[in-house]
């Protein structure tokens, strides 16, 4: 497979001036935090569960951390290097960089006040009291003491800063306290103290020295039955017990700061005797990458931070000021209390009969194509179909590509097992796959080990098609069975993120996925497919002349529809395309749950393109892609955005689902149900805001999630 720019070149469609112009695309960085901003409004949202509130805090600064070590270290980058490579919205890096801070310091207020007047009070009054270490009572600061000193001092390493100590390293996104002591010779001298990560940020002050205070939470009609649980941030236990590590030298204060890195892996793939290698001694150069933010506590004084801002080599705009607690994204561990009055209901994923554990699930396949959409379908099918292909003894080979596959993979397992059994088992590990880097290493070393044939995917892309490929024998022959898919083979992601799997064992889509897979683990030049769509060969390519031909069809008979559901929209031929369609009187509906760079409601052009995103309890995460065609309707599912680094850069596939009653199911129970939904949907407006979307008078309210919660799938009972 050719990995170079010719393949994203032959897909390029012709210009088109009129719309070229930079006012009519939205900056993506602008659109990325607009996402995050609606994840912080479920954080606001009383109606969520409150354990639920804070976890969606908590993934509003996770989030934030990950926007800073990719895309502000990205943008950075550019404006030193003087790289002038200039997104459709015309913005320059250094334009970039003052409206991101523009946009982002009101949110981080809002976020702030958030935790200090909605969530931390309301979890008090529901017995789950987060308090400061000088609010608790005597006996209580002795019992952390105690335990402070048994557990926590002997990690604890301070690092001096003097003529005589060069400035510390401080790794990325680690809790740090800047120490201000004064020693009678010396006078005040600074020093540098890193809060354990193998500590929970907050502590539970043990149970036998809070009973004073459990009385005081019932008396005022706290929570009731549930027990109360006092929580103290374990950087201000440290901070309160810091004459242990200085022993006779006075102590003026401590402020806890934190600093976020570059970690925008780079590798020069073409240099590396040994991808995998190479890739573990990059993860591990991760913590030393140049700062990008410093967080710091707002009582820090101007010194202090003087002294933190120097040798960190940092501008002023890269230090955030806060009021609230650093580095939040710690904090998601509450919603592990054993509180569920605090959080979403419970619910068992559904099992259609023909996946039942007693039954075969490549017989099932055999009688007709199936659908799974996770976490509303268990999982259970996916690990099933690779566990007894592993045990078949007619099954000679499986092929599969792993992304994402967390820890303790029960596919991995059954990779393994099957190649114990004697079957020819392969895997393209995807070793790029950020922030999972060190996991996938550590499943292909396993693998490796254990005599699967493990490759790493082509020169200069990451390989993101979600594909599972089962050879068998059978009376009429080798028959090939293929699990396809828009998310991750993750047990853990599979019961928080909306994504569609599909079983087939349709001859040319089999056909299609053997042969991107000798183009993966060999060498081809192939341009076409039978039915799937692959980057960066041909999707770019297809999806455009689908559109074109929608705006055809509709000029002949009228009815012209495009619906795509995506996580982001940036790609500029693929905004034009369908600024086009909108042109010729195609309504076009897109749900992009994150980025979107496509400006709808500009008049003369995108007037017929409504924009919505789903954030909710699951992150929405399958792309389908559905075309009306005149009647003969078309859907596509698969692992591609509408992004230049999905459709140039990576391998991504899309597959037609054709049968016509798994068709309509999935449009109009999956699709159509998210768009029309107006509990949890918010619509992108023309200056790149969002609003809420609401039930117009008289109509019903459409949660889209809990309706899939609470119908029966029409997918699940056909045979």
Known sequence: MQSDTALAEAAAPRGNEELDRAELYLNRELSWLRFDERVLEEALDPANPLLERVNFLAIFHGNLDEFFMVRVSGLLQQRQTGVLELPPDGMTPADQLEAIREQLLPLLARADACWSEQLQPQLAAAGIRVVGYAELRPAQQAALRKQFAEQVFPVLTPLAFDPGHPFPHISNRSMNLAVVVRDRDAGEKFARLKVPANFPRLLPVPPAEDREGAAEARASGGAGPNPETTLVWIEEVVSANLDRLFPGIEIVD???????????????????????????????????????????????????RDILVENLELEAHQVYTTSGPIGFGDVGDLRRLERSDLKFPAFLPALAPSFAPDRPVLEAVLRRDRILYHPYDSFAPVVSFVRQAAADPDVLAIKQTLYRVGPKSPIVEALMAARENGKQVSALVELKARFDEESNIEWARALEESGVHVVYGVLGLKTHAKMCLVVRRERDGLRRYVHLATGNYNTVTARAYGDLGFFTCDSEIAEDVCDLWNALTGYSRKRQYRKLLVAPVNMREELLRRIDREIESHRRVGGGRIAFKINALVDKACIQSLYRAAQAG??????????????????????????????????????????????????????????????????????????PDLLAAVRDSVLFLHLADNAKSRRLLADGTYERVVPAAGAPRIDSQQELLAREAPWRGVE
């Not at 992009?592 to 007037?607: F, Q, T, W």
């Not at 399958?622 to 009647?631: D, E, S, T």
Request: hydrophobic content about 45%; proline content about 5%; some cysteine.
């Open 254 to 304: 401590a402020f806890p700061f934190r600093v976020t890195r570059n970690a925008d892996l780079e590798i020069e793939e073409d240099e590396a005797a040994d991808l995998l290698t190479a890739m573990a001694e990059v993860v591990g150069r991760r913590h030393f990458g140049s700062a990008i933010r410093l967080e710091i506590d707002s009582a820090m004084p101007g010194r202090i």
């Open 586 to 659: 195609v309504r076009v509906d897109l749900q992009a749950r994150g980025i979107c760079c496509l400006r709808p409601s500009v008049p003369g052009i995108s007037e017929g393109i409504t924009v919505t995103s789903v954030v909710g309890r699951f992150l929405e995460h399958a792309r389908l892609f559905y075309f009306w065609n005149g009647g003969r309707e078309e859907l596509f599912a698969g692992s591609a955005d509408l992004m230049p680094r999905n459709l140039d850069g990576r391998v991504e596939v899309l597959f037609p689902i054709e049968n």
